[in-house]
């Protein structure tokens, strides 16, 4: 039976707890050759990657994090799906390696035991033994094994530790049959089998545990127990938690300065290059204007994408974000959130989308619908470009108490406007339609560790990835319709002429005429038809063409501006840069289309507005209906305009203007 197995692609599933060292392991085994999807006809992420099994190729696959196997959630129900084999494209597992945190034994085991039953073989991955050991502890594998009637093998992702025996038992469980021990005892003729399995699974964990594992207790206090008492204090930790925040943004913009001058330069070369090798016309405009402009204008940002995603990766990977959510549960009740909804709710300042999927482990649909109604508002990596921008443009070189940097300082204000009106509308949702009672929330706390550089650096690579590519996709495409909108249609006073002529033509004149194109092109028509619905928020027709080509992808604004204020511009200019094009803007009656209040009016709109199609159409899948789409659009959209409206004629009442 074993040998007809290995013949056929071998399956293997990777399942355990959160915080279990699952992921870090996954990444060990397969190393950088991963492939991310999601599974047919849901937006749950499923992650598999090609493993060696003593000179056998086999495909792993990432089940998401389980407490348990009761199909009370989207992910458990798609773990138990694959696990039987019932998930379409997915064949049923040979071997399932469950990881489990030495740390954390006793809870852990009881996924172990649920897994047993589905009567494929096992095989127990002992991660955090590293720490284990070091806190005294001391644990007889041979023994555990004995007791779980399957093996377990100790394992150290950073250090290669049991790689190669985990490979070794895995291979030889193929084509076996499992045993369950703690059934074999119960009863045939039990009232009410349920309950009755349930306690067998406990006892047996307790038992096991007992006959297995010896605990170093001299040490009451140990030093984690110590630092938790500082980092989550109510005071304190609140304290701590927004002074690490601005440490980010701080850092962020420190460290990203000089790679994106250099990215700004590149680009700008680049563009200059193009213009200077081929005959002047519509090719070359589309090229250097449109879309070297464009998508130069959305990647010049990847330092700052880069930087984001490293300390996002280094405060999950260090056990920090699980103590940030403990202190943020309190706050979260009040307004009737679901604890769990932390988590998605942090994911969203990465990206919305992948937030938003992570509220399929919230049992609760109206506590689900809840938080993804209100995921938007954390201010993603793509907001990131927007609020660079305009600091740079118009903070730049400031500094608040003489130290702190005033771009860092607005970074982490939009940051917290976002999370306060997040809570606000979710109190507002949960006593009107979505009126619900959240359940308890239960959370581990893993222990401190150090972050697994590979981990970290994966994470880095694969955001970076998916942000070029976007930039490469989706950017460019806008990128040449914006610029199409705004070359057509072709006045008079665009027809070619001689290099003669060129020559001896103003640069004022050249100016002129492309500020006429633009006013008179589709993309105009388009700002001028919206103009008077966002002037009072100090917006123009030009900052209205940004807007609405925004929608498709926030970012896309940089780029509108980029090719929009590129537009004309005269190639021998001192002022090359996106900021200082925006700085000079000009309205059509000759005033200032920039000022500082005007930035922070469009940093507003953009922290509470709805701009990304993408999210849009996530959230009509996890919600199965246009209606909460449509509803998170309408209400988004409003409260953005009210906010900025605030913002601009509030700031020009107290002479701001």
């Not at 207790?217 to 005071?235: E, N």
Request: a positive charge; charged letters at 15%; aromatic letters at 8%.
């Amino acid at each position: 039976m074993a040998s007809s197995a290995r013949k056929k692609q071998i399956t293997i599933a990777l399942a355990g707890n959160p915080n279990a060292g699952k992921t870090t392991l996954f990444n060990s085994l397969t190393g950088l050759r991963q492939k991310v999807a999601n599974y047919p006809g849901v937006t749950v992420e499923r992650k598999e990657g090609p493993w060696q099994l003593n000179g056998s190729s086999a495909d792993l696959i990432d089940l998401p994090g389980l407490y348990s196997l009761e199909a009370t959630s989207l992910d458990e129900q798609i773990a138990s799906q694959v696990i039987t084999g019932e998930q379409a494209g997915i064949p049923k597992p040979d071997v399932v390696v469950a990881v489990v945190d030495a740390t954390n034994l006793e809870r852990n085991l009881y996924l172990v035991t649920q897994l047993f039953e589905f009567g494929i073989p096992v095989v127990v991955a002992l991660t955090m033994i590293n720490i284990f050991e070091k806190q005294g502890h001391t644990i007889d594998v041979e023994m555990l094994s004995a007791m779980l009637k399957t093996p377990v093998v100790r394992v150290n992702a950073r250090s290669g530790r049991g790689r190669k025996e985990l490979a070794e038992k895995v291979h030889d469980l193929i084509g076996t049959t499992p045993e369950t021990p703690y059934l074999e005892e119960l009863p045939a003729d039990v009232e009410d089998p349920r309950h009755a399995k349930i306690f067998a699974r406990y006892q047996f964990i307790s038992n096991a545990v007992q006959e297995s594992v010896w605990h170093n207790d001299a040490k009451s206090h140990r030093l984690s127990d110590k630092i938790d008492k500082v980092l989550t204090h109510k005071v304190f930790g609140l304290a701590i938690l927004v002074l690490i925040l601005l440490l980010v943004f701080q850092t962020i913009f420190s460290w990203a300065s000089l790679p994106m001058d250099l990215l700004e330069k590149g680009f700008g070369a680049i563009g200059d290059a193009v213009k200077a090798s081929m005959p002047p016309g519509i090719l070359a405009d589309l090229l250097s204007d449109g879309i070297i402009a464009g998508v130069g204008g959305v990647v010049v940002f990847l330092p700052q994408i880069l930087l984001l995603f490293l300390f996002i990766s280094l405060l999950e990977d260090s056990g920090y974000m699980a103590r940030a959510a403990f202190l943020m549960d309190k706050l979260m009740s009040r307004v009737g959130l679901h604890g769990k909804a932390f988590l998605p709710l942090i994911s969203s300042f990465a990206c919305a989308i992948p937030g938003i999927m992570a509220t399929r482990t919230i049992e609760s649909r109206r506590d689900r619908f809840a938080t993804i109604l209100i995921a938007p508002f954390m201010s993603c990596s793509a907001r990131l470009p927007v609020y660079t921008l305009m600091i740079a443009t118009f903070f730049a070189g400031r500094t608040v108490f003489g130290f702190l940097s005033m771009g860092a300082v607005l970074m982490l204000a939009m940051y917290a406007l976002g999370i306060l009106v997040a809570v606000a509308v979710a109190a507002i949702l949960k006593r009107t339609l979505l009126k619900a009672p959240p359940p308890p929330f239960l959370m581990e706390l893993p222990p401190y560790r150090l972050p697994n550089l590979r981990t970290v650096l994966q994470n880095m690579l694969t955001r970076a990835w998916l942000f070029l590519k976007r930039a490469g996709t989706v950017i460019l495409a806008i990128s040449i319709i914006l610029w199409a909108l705004m070359y057509f249609p072709r006045g008079s006073q665009q027809t070619a002429v001689s290099d003669q002529q060129a020559a001896a033509e103003q640069p004022t004149n050249d100016n002129q005429a492309a500020s006429e194109q633009l006013k008179n092109s589709f993309a105009g028509k388009l700002g001028h038809l919206i103009e008077p619905a966002i002037r009072p928020l100090g917006f123009d027709w030009k900052i209205g063409i940004a807007l609405i080509s925004s929608f498709a992808a926030r970012e896309v604004l940089v780029s509108t501006l980029s090719i929009i204020y590129n537009v004309g511009k005269d190639e021998d200019a001192q002022s090359q840069t996106l900021v200082q094009a925006v700085k000079d803007a000009k309205t059509d009656d000759g005033r200032p289309a920039w000022t500082p209040l005007t930035a922070l009016t469009l940093m507003v709109f953009f922290v509470l507005a709805m701009q990304c199609m993408s999210t849009i159409a996530v959230v009509r899948r996890e919600t199965n209906s246009w209606r909460w789409p449509i509803f998170m659009l309408s209400y988004m959209t409003a409260i953005a305009y009210i906010g900025a409206f605030i913002t601009y004629q509030g700031g020009k009442a107290l002479g701001f203007g």
